[in-house]
């Protein structure tokens, strides 16, 4: 049996950015943006005469690579296996096609505001072109049958019309509710 595992990697995406982001700016960019001056007494820099700025200018070329050490190569590394893992997330997530929305009037190709005379005319030119028995090469001929009779159904009665106007529900309106799954022992 097939399971639908997409929601793995569009968890796992979201987290690993969430952290990676952060992550990757305090652990390499900062430190190469301010040329590794981290390890110096950066309090020299509030002082803008002519002796401390070039104390400053002196003790940042003394240290310019200094955090290009084993650690700062190995933190690399790190990141660069983090980011391509969350690259190959990020692939597996995009080709995947948003769920479909069910929207009776657009599906019988007629207006919102459609007559019932207009609806049927539609939906009995679609059921012949789309009925199962006309398409024995399409598997998904059956679902696209469903769905058509039931738009038809929904425009065609009233109450299920204005329901489905009001709430985007048929059956009027739904009750939500969410649920968390724990452990036993929780």
């Given at each position: 049996?097939?399971?639908?595992?997409?929601?793995?990697?569009?968890?796992?995406?979201?987290?690993?950015?969430?952290?990676?982001?952060?992550?990757?700016y305090?652990?390499?960019?900062?430190?190469?943006?301010?040329?590794?001056?981290?390890?110096?007494?950066?309090?020299?820099?509030?002082?803008?005469?002519?002796?401390?700025?070039?104390?400053?200018?002196?003790?940042?070329?003394?240290?310019?690579?200094?955090?290009?050490?084993?650690?700062?190569l190995?933190?690399?590394?790190?990141?660069?296996?983090?980011?391509?893992?969350?690259?190959?997330?990020?692939?597996?997530?995009?080709?995947?096609?948003?769920?479909?929305?069910?929207?009776?009037?657009?599906?019988?190709?007629?207006?919102?505001?459609?007559?019932?005379?207009?609806?049927?005319?539609?939906?009995?030119?679609?059921?012949?072109?789309?009925?199962?028995?006309?398409?024995?090469?399409?598997?998904?001929?059956?679902?696209?049958?469903?769905?058509?009779?039931?738009?038809?159904?929904?425009?065609?009665?009233?109450?299920?019309?204005?329901?489905?106007l009001?709430?985007?529900?048929?059956?009027?309106?739904?009750?939500?509710?969410?649920?968390?799954?724990?452990?036993?022992?929780?």
């Open positions: 049996m097939d399971y639908d595992d997409s929601a793995f990697y569009y968890f796992s995406t979201a987290v690993m950015s969430a952290f990676l982001v952060p992550v990757t305090n652990m390499i960019i900062k430190p190469v943006i301010n040329g590794g001056d981290i390890t110096i007494n950066t309090s020299l820099r509030q002082c803008k005469c002519h002796h401390c700025v070039d104390r400053m200018a002196n003790r940042l070329k003394a240290f310019k690579f200094k955090y290009i050490n084993k650690w700062f190995l933190k690399l590394a790190i990141l660069s296996i983090m980011w391509y893992t969350n690259f190959a997330c990020f692939n597996m997530v995009k080709d995947i096609e948003p769920l479909k929305t069910f929207i009776p009037h657009e599906l019988l190709g007629v207006e919102e505001n459609a007559s019932v005379k207009d609806v049927k005319r539609a939906y009995r030119k679609l059921s012949r072109e789309k009925h199962p028995d006309k398409n024995p090469d399409n598997p998904e001929a059956v679902n696209e049958f469903i769905q058509i009779t039931k738009a038809y159904t929904i425009m065609t009665d009233e109450t299920a019309r204005d329901n489905f009001k709430y985007g529900n048929p059956d009027g309106k739904g009750s939500f509710a969410v649920g968390i799954a724990l452990p036993n022992f929780l």
